[in-house]
């Protein structure tokens, strides 16, 4: 049998001691909290957005704070969802599933692309997108990003809290 040397318990120990527990009422108390996926959306047959255009949405009651804030870009860091080269279908689950994961988030960003290879200049990836986000009842808002953060490929998105 083989003797664990000094180094090794050194080691262990200070990988141990590192890791703080677990809180496991915690990761109880979110799970329950947490909504279903949202799958009651419907895929668009025709782009109607153009990829250089502009899109913002906001419900009643938004803060036009919170709107300036997301036209600048002046937000903290956040989890991004990138959905180049995904199907209609594709983009519609990875969206579902990426914003199941994310409720608690205040934000996210999707990014759609500007839909260089789709006919006529029409991206039917950011139609979709806007579509499906328009139909979620956990977006209180969505606004292109600046320049710096994808422009007109990719949206930022403030998400209710509950």
Wanted: aromatic residues 8%; contains cysteine; hydrophobic residues 35%.
């Amino acid at each position: 049998m083989k003797q664990i040397n000094d180094e090794d318990k050194q080691l262990f120990r200070s990988t141990v001691d590192a890791n703080a527990p677990i809180d496991k009422d915690s990761i109880r108390k979110n799970n329950a909290l947490k909504k279903p996926a949202f799958t009651a959306y419907s895929y668009i047959v025709d782009a109607n957005l153009e990829g250089s255009e502009i899109v913002s949405y906001s419900k009643n009651g938004v803060s036009t704070k919170v709107i300036k804030k997301m036209k600048q870009g002046n937000l903290d860091t956040m989890p991004v969802l990138d959905l180049h080269g995904q199907t209609v279908v594709e983009a519609c689950e990875s969206l579902s599933t990426f914003m199941y994961h994310h409720q608690f988030d205040s934000f996210i960003q999707i990014i759609h692309g500007k839909g260089y290879h789709s006919e006529n200049g029409m991206s039917i990836l950011k139609t979709q997108v806007v579509n499906f986000l328009s139909q979620h009842p956990q977006v209180l808002a969505f606004n292109s990003c600046p320049d710096k953060d994808g422009g007109t490929g990719a949206v930022f998105v403030l998400l209710k809290q509950n």
